[in-house]
C-alpha cells in the first residue's frame, strides 16, 4: 500500500520556519542523563549548552547540568583542542564523573573537529598533575542532519559500541528505549520484571530527570544505568530495541548482534494494543513464559474502554506531529480508535515514516498525508485545509491549535505549558490506557467549551 505525502501550499520552499524538531545534541544529553554518574560536555560555544538546559529543566521540571567547551573566536578558528582539554579536567575535578559524554555542536562539526584524535592525545600527554580522567564516550551530533532524536538514539549506539565487553552469555535483557518518559523507563523495568527478566535499560533517566526533592544539591543526580551494566549489555541474552523508522547504522541493538551475537528484536514503539502485543510476545519468546495476568488484565481493560469510548471518537479526524516512531505509533493507536489520522508530520527526514505508518495502519495507509523534514509554518498551512477535530503533539504545537482553534493533546517532548511532562506514559497497555483518556477528554472539554448549551453530560 502506499500513502499520500502531502505538498506544500506554497512553493517555491526557500527556508525552515519554526522547525519541527529540536537540536541534535539535545537527545546526547538526554542519552547521557541516563548514564549513573555521568557528565555531559558540550564540545562547541556555550549558547548550545544554555539552550539545550533551558529546553530539558522546562519539560523535567528539574535541574540539569551542561557543561561547555565554550567556543572563542580564536578556537573557531584554529580549533579547539585546548578547551576541551580544559574542560574535561574541570569537569573531571568539580564533578568526579564515573564517565564523560562528550557531543559535538554544529560549530564543532562544521570547522572539522576530530574528537576521537583531541581524546587519544589528551590522554597521551596528561601528566601526574592532571586529573584522571573517566571512561570518555564521545558522539558526533551536528544539527543541520539530523534531529534531536537522531542525536539520541546516536548517543545510545556509541555508549555500547565504545564501553561494551563481550563474554559469557547472562539472563539479563537489553532494553534500548526511544525517547520515553521517565514514566515510560519505569513501567518498561516493571513490565520486565514481572516476566521475571533481570533488565539493563539503556539509557535510564527515569530517577536522575524525574527525581524525589533533595536535602542537600546533587552534583550529579543518584540513578541511571551504572557504567558496569552497560559494559555487560554485550553479554545479555538478547536486546530489544524501539524504532521502525530510524535505520541499523544508529542501532545499538544491531551493533551487539553484529559483534557479540546478542539476539536484537527491533519493534516499533509499543503504543496501543498491536504494537504492545508484539512487546509481550518478544519478551514471552525470551523467557518462555506468557504475559503475565496483571498485564493480560490491563490488556482487557483497555479494550473496554475503546468500546466505551468509541462513539466519542469514531471517524474523528486527527493531526499528528513530533518524533517520527512517536508519530507511527500514535497513528497505530488512533487507527484502532477508529481516528482518522489524515495528517503525520515530523521535523525528520528519515525517509521510512511513510512505510511505517503503513505497516501499522494498513486500513487507513491510503488515506494518510505524510510530512517529513517539516516545520510549524508549514505544517499549518497543510492542517487548515484538512479540518482535524484534534491535534496531538508537544507544546510547539500550541500556537497551531490556538489559530486553528482546535484541541491539542499533548504528548511526547517538549511540553512546557503543562506541568508533569515527565510523568505522561504513553508505552504499554497502561499507557495506551491513559491516552485513551486523554485524548477523549480533550474533545469532550472542547465540545464543552464551544457549546452555547453548557452541557455536563455528555
Not at 143 to 169: I, N, P, W
Not at 369 to 391: I, M, N, S
Request: aromatic fraction near 6%; glycine fraction near 10%.
Amino acid at each position: 500500500m502506499t500513502t499520500h505525502t502531502a505538498k506544500r501550499v506554497n512553493s517555491p520552499f526557500v527556508a525552515t520556519r519554526n522547525a519541527c524538531k529540536l537540536c541534535t545534541p539535545l537527545g546526547a544529553c538526554l542519552a547521557f542523563a541516563g548514564v549513573a554518574g555521568a557528565r555531559t560536555i558540550l564540545h562547541g560555544s556555550q549558547g548550545c549548552a544554555t539552550y539545550i538546559r533551558r529546553y530539558m529543566i522546562s519539560h523535567f521540571k528539574e535541574p540539569v547540568d551542561i557543561a561547555s567547551s565554550n567556543f572563542s573566536e580564536s578556537a573557531t578558528i584554529f580549533g579547539g583542542r585546548e578547551n576541551l582539554r580544559a574542560g574535561l579536567a574541570n569537569v573531571t575535578r568539580q564533578y568526579q564523573p564515573e564517565v564523560i559524554g562528550v557531543a559535538t555542536t554544529c560549530l564543532a562539526e562544521t570547522i572539522g573537529e576530530d574528537v576521537g584524535m583531541y581524546l587519544h592525545e589528551i590522554r597521551s600527554q596528561s601528566s601526574a598533575d592532571d586529573p584522571a580522567l573517566p571512561p570518555v564516550v564521545h558522539v558526533g551530533t551536528p544539527s543541520y542532519c539530523g534531529t534531536h532524536a537522531e542525536g539520541y538514539l546516536a548517543t545510545v549506539h556509541a555508549l555500547v559500541s565504545q564501553l561494551a565487553e563481550d563474554g559469557s552469555s547472562g539472563e539479563h535483557v537489553n532494553v534500548f528505549p526511544n525517547m520515553f518518559s521517565p514514566a515510560d523507563l519505569r513501567y518498561l523495568k516493571e513490565i520486565c520484571h514481572d516476566f521475571g527478566l533481570p533488565v539493563t535499560l539503556l539509557p535510564d533517566y527515569s530517577d536522575t530527570l524525574d527525581g524525589p526533592t533533595w536535602d542537600d544539591y546533587q552534583l550529579i543526580p543518584e540513578g541511571g544505568t551504572p557504567l558496569a551494566a552497560v559494559r555487560r549489555t554485550g553479554q545479555a541474552r538478547a536486546s530489544i530495541e524501539f524504532t521502525c523508522v530510524h535505520g541499523e547504522k544508529a542501532s545499538a541493538g544491531r551493533w551487539l548482534e553484529d559483534h557479540f551475537h546478542v539476539p536484537n528484536h527491533r519493534l516499533p514503539m509499543p503504543i496501543g494494543i498491536r504494537a504492545s502485543d508484539a512487546l509481550f510476545d518478544a519478551l514471552g519468546s525470551i523467557c518462555g513464559g506468557e504475559t503475565p495476568a496483571r498485564h493480560a488484565a490491563e490488556r482487557g481493560r483497555l479494550i473496554d474502554s475503546l468500546v466505551d469510548g468509541h462513539k466519542y471518537l469514531f471517524e474523528r479526524r486527527a493531526v499528528v506531529f513530533g518524533e517520527e516512531d512517536l508519530v507511527a505509533g500514535i497513528a497505530g493507536l488512533l487507527g484502532e480508535l477508529g481516528v482518522h489520522p489524515v495528517l503525520c508530520a515530523s521535523g525528520g527526514d528519515s525517509g521510512r515514516l511513510r512505510s511505517a505508518i503503513a505497516g501499522l495502519v494498513p486500513d487507513q495507509a491510503e488515506q494518510i498525508q505524510v510530512r517529513q523534514a517539516t516545520d510549524y509554518a508549514d505544517l499549518e498551512e497543510l492542517a487548515g485545509d484538512l479540518k482535524p477535530d484534534l491535534l496531538i503533539g508537544n507544546s510547539k504545537g500550541y500556537w497551531l491549535a490556538r489559530r486553528l482553534n482546535v484541541p491539542l493533546v499533548r504528548i511526547g517532548f517538549p511540553i512546557h505549558d503543562r506541568v508533569g511532562g515527565a510523568r505522561l506514559l504513553h508505552v504499554g497497555y497502561r499507557g495506551a490506557q491513559q491516552l485513551v483518556d486523554r485524548t477523549i477528554n480533550t474533545l469532550l472539554e472542547s465540545i464543552q467549551e464551544q457549546s452555547d448549551e453548557g452541557y455536563s453530560y455528555l
